[in-house]
Structures are given as C-alpha cells and as structure tokens.
C-alpha cells in the first residue's frame, strides 16, 4: 500500500494523554488519564452515542511500545502518512505528557512520519465549568527560552521519519496569536535549523476562523490549517441567541454532522497555503457534561462523503502540498477519532482508505 499513488497527505493530530503523570495526579487524581473521561461518560438525550468504548486496540497505555506499534501499523494500513504528536512546552523548560514521543524518537519506532504541534495555551478549568482555575500556565520567556525549546527538537526535526513540506520540517503551533514577540520565536528557530544544517522550518499556524487566515499568514507562518468545527454555528445561531438557550435554557449544544459538514470546507482552502482539516465526529462531553458541543449522526458513509468534497478542493495542488490534518486520530473524550470502537469498527479508517488512494 505504501508504494500507492496517494491523493492527498493526511497527517492525524496524535494525543499523547493516554497514560499518568504527575500533574494530572494531582489535578484529577490518582492514575487519571484520557480515559478516565472516555469511561464514565452517559447519554444526555435520546439515542446519545455515549459512552464510546476502543474495540481493536482497547484502553491502551502510551506508554506500552506495542501499543504506538499497533497505531502505526492501522495507520499506514489505512493510508494515514503520518502523526502529529500534540507537543507541551510551557516555557523555562516545563514539559508534560513528553514520554510517548520521546520513546518513539529514541527507540525509532515505529517507522512512521511524524511531525510536533506545539499546544501552546494555557491549562485550565475551562471545560469543567472552571474557566479561571489555571493548572498550568502557557509563559513566553523570550528569546534564551526559544532556543532551549529548540535544541529540545532538533534530533526529531532530523530523525528521517520527521514529515517535511519542500525539504522542510513541519511544525505546527496551536495559538499562533498567543505568541507576544513571534517575530523573536521565528528569528531563533530560522536561524537555529540553518545552523543545524536543516533547510529552515515550515510553520503552519492553526486558524479558527478562516476571516483569519491573511492575518496569521502575516505574522510570518508559511501556511495555515484551518479548523472549522463551529461554523455551523456561528453562522445558524446569533451569539446571543446560543446565550440564551444555553445558559438561559440550559439547552444542549447540538447539531447534526451531516449539516455540520458542508460547512467544514471552504474557498479559502483551495489556496497553496491554506491546508484544510477532515472531521469524522465531534463530541466533548466526556468532559463537559452539559457545557459540550455535541455532532450527532455522524456515520463512516457521511465521514467518506466530506473526505471526498475536502480532496476535490485541493486536487489541482502540487503533490508535495496536497496536505489535509485529520482531526484527530485519538481525541476519545471529544468524540474526534478515528480508531476502531465497538459501534463502527474500522469503519471511519475504511472511509479514509477508500479516499486516499488513486484507483
């Protein structure tokens, strides 16, 4: 399958909180991990697709390498390229949930590509009603900081695995406007990979709302990756109208996915640096409970259905930029993944296959 030609470079956002660490220990408890959520989720109305349960690779810990071993393996099976480990610095070197993707780096498995996103926010109480608790604060130290943060990833920017856009590695960054002196970020890691003997980095910055995207691509970024999970309803519902039916009436945030989905690719992406997102699903309230943003109905058949529309659009693109983020390959407590469970099988994987390859 390897050898196939591929229409597209699906690269699936990786969540690396599948196994304990200290500072979830002690913000939610003894042995807390992603799961935690995902297995005591309950339907909050009628025909309410929860709790979700892992068929083929079961409540796994990162932390086991055959565990990354057998993800690797369904995602090459698939037609996935590769991973995008969602990466934590928080600044004067504070890191967490690094194991997984240190462990893939150092044991050089599996062989598959891989790239970093840097979740730069802040950890907070937000989605459990606690939006001022902060667990642990994003910091931009400057420029001394940067470099550290550098130096951290330049074996993985030259492990041969590392996915590259024209020769250059991928980084990802979650909140590209959070970053008070980008131009300082940019300076210092341009000019380190030159050092390194790399041929500069491809930064791609996440956009929210695509009205962004010239602006992001103004504060230097070679390309952006536009996410549109809630379009939907910023452009069905007036912001003072989910007030009131949330808050007021304490209505559920829910929409239908296959409505959903004809708003979750636009114009914008058919552009050679506006990298579009695939969405099999969405449901946070493993996390939120009532708070949630909740897609109903969403099918491996409607999944394909999207998958199709989004490679339409950026047929026309060079091979090398035929880029698509899947979102995401393990996000359980949000409904966002595409790994086997017992309602669906393999079915959300076998919508990507069917799509990916040239027949």
């Known amino acids: 399958m390897a050898n196939k030609e591929k229409k597209a470079r699906v690269i699936a956002f990786y969540l690396p909180q599948f196994h304990p660490t200290p500072e979830n220990d002690v913000f939610w408890g003894k042995g807390f991990t992603e799961w935690t959520n995902v297995g005591k989720a309950k339907p909050l109305f009628k025909g309410h697709y929860q709790p979700h349960v892992p068929a083929d ?53 599996p062989d598959l590509p891989f790239c970093v996103g840097w ?21 931009y130290p400057g420029k001394a900081d940067y470099e550290q943060h550098f130096l951290s990833l330049v074996d993985a920017f030259k492990d041969p695995r590392y996915i590259k856009v024209d020769g250059k590695p991928l980084v990802y960054i979650y909140r590209p406007f959070q970053i008070p002196d980008i131009n300082v970020f940019f300076e210092a890691w341009r000019g380190l990979a030159v050092e390194h003997g790399l041929a500069d980095i491809y930064f791609v910055g996440h956009c929210q ?10 504060l230097g970024f070679d390309a952006v990756n536009i996410s549109r999970i809630f379009d939907i309803e910023r452009f069905t519902t007036s912001k003072i109208k989910r007030g009131v039916l949330h808050r007021v009436f304490k209505k559920l945030r829910t929409y239908d996915y296959e409505k959903a989905s004809a708003y979750f690719v636009g114009s914008e992406e058919t552009e050679l640096n506006c990298i579009p997102t695939i969405i099999p699903n969405w449901d946070n309230s493993p996390r939120s409970g ?5 897609m109903t ?42 790994e086997p469970d017992l309602v669906y099988g393999r079915g959300y994987l076998e919508a990507i296959q069917d799509e990916v390859l040239v027949k």
Request: proline share 3%.
């Open 209 to 218: 709302q695509f009205e962004q995207k010239n602006e992001i691509l103004q």
């Open 297 to 338: 109905n969403s099918t491996p058949g409607k999944f394909q259905k999207h998958i199709k529309d989004v490679f339409k659009i950026i047929e026309h693109k060079p091979e090398e930029n035929r880029l698509v983020f899947l979102k995401s390959w393990n996000e359980w407590a949000e409904g966002n993944y595409v």
């Open 290 to 294: 009532t708070r949630a943003y909740i």
């Open 57 to 109: 690779l079961g409540y796994y810990d990162l932390r086991l390498p055959e565990t990354r071993e057998a993800q690797a393996d369904l995602a090459k099976e698939y037609g996935i390229e590769g991973f995008c480990y969602w990466h934590y610095w928080f600044g004067d070197g504070k890191r967490t949930l690094e194991r997984p993707f240190a462990e893939v780096l150092k044991s050089e498995k």
């Open 119 to 139: 979740a730069n926010e802040t950890w907070s109480g937000i989605w459990h009603g606690e939006d001022k608790k902060v667990l642990i604060e994003q910091k």
